[in-house]
């Protein structure tokens, strides 16, 4: 799983340039091209100095204005909407490969190998939204094991109650 995640680094950097989504704007003015891991630690390092980051909303690209040090929370909450989306759509195409449009069953089909392709793409962008987060497959690993924890209480409790608190100490 580690390569999977390294694998999926490798290709947004790719992307990510071949595209010109990542471009910027320093605070004089100056245009830079990098790739998802060069503005990641550009505005970690030096947020003050980034005025707009470009992103691809549109065949021309929109540009995000950056100001009071939120640089990063604004490019990264433009981020997991994006990929939020995407993944809603990939699920969408996995539900289209199942067949479940009873009134259409002579002309939709079963695809297994489809299904698989897209459940891929799910993780494609789930594992986007991890790397954005700063998590690793360890990380991951992790937290998924201490939100199981507490969803085995929540069943063996027979969740009858919903306690706020009991996901706040999973980190």
């Known amino acids: 799983m580690h390569d999977i995640f390294q694998m999926q680094i490798s290709l947004n950097n790719l992307t990510f340039v071949e595209?010109?989504?990542?471009?910027?704007?320093?605070s004089s003015e100056e245009i830079i091209t990098g790739n998802f891991s060069d503005i990641?630690?550009?505005?970690?390092?030096?947020?003050?100095?980034?005025?707009?980051?470009?992103v691809p909303q549109?065949?021309?690209?929109?540009?995000?204005?950056?100001?009071?040090?939120?640089?990063?929370?604004?490019?990264q909450g433009w981020w997991l909407n994006a990929y939020n989306?995407?993944?809603?759509?990939e699920a969408a195409e996995l539900t289209d490969s199942t067949n479940w449009k009873w009134w259409r069953t002579k002309v939709d089909k079963f695809d297994p190998q489809n299904l698989k392709v897209e459940i891929i793409d799910v993780l494609?962008?789930?594992?986007?939204?991890?790397?954005?987060?700063?998590?690793?497959?360890?990380d991951v690993k992790r937290i998924y094991k201490q939100k199981n924890e507490v969803?085995?209480?929540?069943?063996?409790?027979?969740y009858l109650v919903k306690d706020e608190n009991d996901c706040k100490e999973i980190v």
């Open 19 to 26: 595209n010109n989504c990542y471009l910027y704007k320093t």
């Open 40 to 54: 990641c630690q550009h505005i970690h390092e030096k947020p003050e100095h980034i005025k707009y980051v470009r």
């Open 58 to 75: 549109s065949k021309e690209g929109m540009w995000i204005k950056m100001e009071n040090g939120k640089s990063w929370e604004t490019l």
């Open 85 to 89: 989306l995407a993944i809603k759509q």
């Open 124 to 138: 494609h962008f789930w594992i986007c939204q991890c790397l954005l987060m700063s998590m690793s497959f360890d």
């Open 151 to 158: 969803n085995i209480k929540r069943q063996e409790s027979k």
